[in-house]
């Protein structure tokens, strides 16, 4: 175990107050703030606006730290998890924090104000509201089987570029431990995990910041947040997913086709590929360019 250095520890906690602040000033200057994080003409002595939008911002920094930027802290620092001790709910802890962020932001930011009116606007501000849901989430499936396929023929292609020029020194042997392990739980628990991370992480990464931040700024976060995997060649993938779910809400201007996108990306990776990649692997896990199939997404 790789001691931890005091950047790793203060590093990660101030790469995450500054992404908060970068996030509060864009959603400023975009006009995106909630309702109750904005002075009314005439109250401009009421301190309770600043008050709440400074608590947000707080807790938004604590969730990229825990979430996005703690994961750098740890690469290469910790062997694999006994994945015997992993208890099925802290599979979902990441959404929960995640969930538990934007249910904060809402109540702080709509909850003082009536029912209707500027209240209503929290739906289109996470990037809900759309004329016809069913049409997007149709659009969205269409959209997740093109991305699975372009997706995993890039990787492919890059793992065999990789494997022609050093071999077994660029292209990966084995998958990280977790892949397999999850890809081995029960049907339910993967279509549930397929499902959380399609709604929570399209909510808060493309419907929370996306519009905030740009493309490139939520892309950067998203792809931080899978880092705990510790495997460069698995976020190549993970870009190009986050960047065809991005496109998808710039287009279609809701989040409805992402998720679609994400979830079906997200089924196919731990329903079918990725076992069908592990049964055809070697029993040491060492299959040359099987584990790029894994490592898809």
Request: aromatic share 10%; proline share 8%.
């Amino acid at each position: 175990m790789v001691e931890l250095s005091p950047w790793r520890l203060l590093v990660p906690p101030l790469l995450a107050a500054l992404a908060a602040l970068a996030v509060d000033q864009m959603s400023r200057r975009r006009g995106l703030d909630p309702p109750g994080f904005r002075t009314v003409p005439g109250r401009e002595g009421d301190l309770v606006p600043a008050l709440l939008r400074t608590l947000v911002l707080l807790l938004l920094a604590v969730v990229l730290w825990i979430g996005v930027f703690s994961p750098l802290a740890m690469w290469g620092a910790t062997p694999e998890p006994d994945l015997s001790q992993v208890a099925v709910p802290q599979l979902f802890l990441l959404h929960l924090i995640l969930v538990g962020f934007l249910a904060c932001w809402y109540v702080l930011g709509f909850g003082r104000l009536p029912r209707r009116g500027p209240a209503a606007s929290w739906w289109a501000q996470l990037g809900f509201a759309a004329p016809r849901v069913g049409a997007e989430l149709g659009l969205g499936l269409a959209a997740g089987m093109a991305a699975w396929l372009t997706v995993l023929g890039v990787m492919l292609t890059l793992g065999l570029i990789l494997w022609q020029l050093g071999g077994d020194k660029l292209v990966p042997q084995s998958p990280p431990a977790l892949i397999p392990w999850i890809a081995g739980l029960p049907v339910v628990l993967r279509l549930g995990l397929s499902l959380s991370a399609g709604v929570v992480e399209e909510t808060f990464f493309r419907g929370f910041l996306q519009p905030r931040t740009g493309i490139a700024f939520s892309t950067a976060l998203f792809v931080l947040a899978h880092a705990s995997y510790e495997q460069p060649l698995m976020l190549v993938g993970i870009t190009l997913l986050s960047l065809m779910y991005a496109l998808l809400v710039w287009w279609r201007q809701t989040i409805w086709p992402a998720i679609a996108a994400h979830v079906l990306f997200d089924a196919v990776q731990l329903l079918v590929v990725i076992p069908a990649a592990l049964e055809l692997m070697p029993a040491d896990g060492e299959g040359g360019l099987m584990p790029v199939a894994v490592l898809a997404g």
